[in-house]
C-alpha cells in the first residue's frame, strides 16, 4: 500500500519535533564546527544522519519487535551506548582548554554515526511509531520513500547547522566561548549516557 501524504508529513513531523529538541546530536555538531571548522563538522554531520536513520530501517525491518521481546539485547545494547557516549563525554571535557589543533573527541564520519546509534532507545519510539500511523506492512517502494525523507530531513538539518555555525563571524564569536561549549557539550552527552545507564538499574 503507498504512503499518504499526511501518514509522510505525521512521520517528519515528529523528526522535526525530535531534531529541534536540544540533544547530544545537536550539542556535538554544534562543538565540532566551532572547534574544527566546516570540513570536519559536515562529516561528522553527515555520519550524525545515517546514524539515526539507522535505527529508522532498523524498525522497519523488525528489529524492535525483536528487543520488546528479547529485553536482554536492549540491555545490552543500552550498556554498551551509555558507555560509549561518557567515554565522549570525558574526551571533551578534558580538551576544553586545549588548543584547536587538539582533537577534542573522535573525528569523522564514523563518529557521528557511533554517536546517534550510541542510544538504542529510538528504535523502540520508531517501532511504535510506524505501528500506529502505517498500520499495514512496509512495501519495498513504501518503506523506501519513509527512509528516505527522513534521511533528507536528518541531512538537511545537520548541513545547515554546521554551515550556519561556521560562517566566520558566528565562529570567531564562539571560538572565544571555546572552553564553556565544550564543557556544555560534554555534560549533555554524558547525561545522556548517565541516563541510559542508570535505566538499567532503575
Given at each position: 500500500?503507498?504512503?499518504?501524504?499526511?501518514?509522510?508529513?505525521?512521520?517528519?513531523?515528529?523528526?522535526?519535533?525530535?531534531?529541534?529538541?536540544?540533544?547530544?546530536?545537536?550539542?556535538?555538531?554544534?562543538?565540532?564546527?566551532?572547534?574544527?571548522?566546516?570540513?570536519?563538522?559536515?562529516?561528522?554531520?553527515?555520519?550524525?544522519?545515517?546514524?539515526?536513520?539507522?535505527?529508522?530501517?532498523?524498525?522497519?525491518?523488525g528489529l524492535?519487535?525483536?528487543?520488546?521481546r528479547f529485553?536482554?539485547?536492549?540491555?545490552?545494547?543500552?550498556?554498551?551506548?551509555?558507555?560509549?557516549?561518557?567515554?565522549?563525554?570525558?574526551?571533551?571535557?578534558?580538551?576544553?582548554?586545549?588548543?584547536?589543533?587538539?582533537?577534542?573527541?573522535?573525528?569523522?564520519?564514523?563518529?557521528?554515526?557511533?554517536?546517534?546509534?550510541?542510544?538504542?532507545?529510538?528504535?523502540?519510539?520508531?517501532?511504535?511509531?510506524?505501528?500506529?500511523?502505517?498500520?499495514?506492512?512496509?512495501?519495498?517502494?513504501?518503506?523506501?520513500?519513509?527512509?528516505?525523507?527522513?534521511?533528507?530531513?536528518?541531512l538537511s538539518?545537520?548541513?545547515?547547522?554546521?554551515?550556519?555555525?561556521?560562517?566566520?563571524?558566528?565562529?570567531?564569536?564562539?571560538?572565544?566561548?571555546?572552553?564553556?561549549?565544550?564543557?556544555?557539550?560534554?555534560?549533555?552527552?554524558?547525561?545522556?549516557?548517565?541516563?541510559?545507564?542508570?535505566?538499567?538499574?532503575?
Open positions: 500500500m503507498p504512503v499518504t501524504a499526511a501518514q509522510l508529513a505525521l512521520v517528519l513531523g515528529a523528526q522535526v519535533v525530535a531534531l529541534a529538541t536540544p540533544g547530544p546530536a545537536l550539542v556535538s555538531i554544534s562543538q565540532k564546527a566551532i572547534a574544527e571548522g566546516r570540513g570536519p563538522a559536515l562529516m561528522f554531520g553527515l555520519g550524525l544522519g545515517f546514524g539515526a536513520t539507522s535505527w529508522v530501517l532498523a524498525s522497519m525491518l524492535g519487535l525483536v528487543l520488546h529485553p536482554a539485547l536492549l540491555m545490552a545494547m543500552t550498556l554498551l551506548g551509555g558507555g560509549y557516549l561518557i567515554y565522549i563525554a570525558w574526551a571533551i571535557w578534558r580538551h576544553a582548554n586545549a588548543p584547536l589543533a587538539e582533537t577534542a573527541a573522535p573525528n569523522g564520519f564514523w563518529a557521528g554515526y557511533r554517536l546517534n546509534v550510541s542510544n538504542p532507545k529510538p528504535i523502540l519510539f520508531f517501532s511504535s511509531l510506524f505501528l500506529s500511523v502505517f498500520p499495514d506492512p512496509f512495501t519495498l517502494a513504501s518503506g523506501a520513500v519513509v527512509y528516505l525523507s527522513m534521511l533528507a530531513l536528518e538539518f545537520f548541513t545547515a547547522v554546521a554551515l550556519t555555525l561556521t560562517t566566520p563571524r558566528i565562529r570567531a564569536r564562539a571560538l572565544r566561548a571555546k572552553p564553556v561549549i565544550d564543557r556544555v557539550a560534554a555534560v549533555v552527552i554524558g547525561a545522556l549516557g548517565v541516563w541510559l545507564l542508570w535505566g538499567l538499574v532503575g
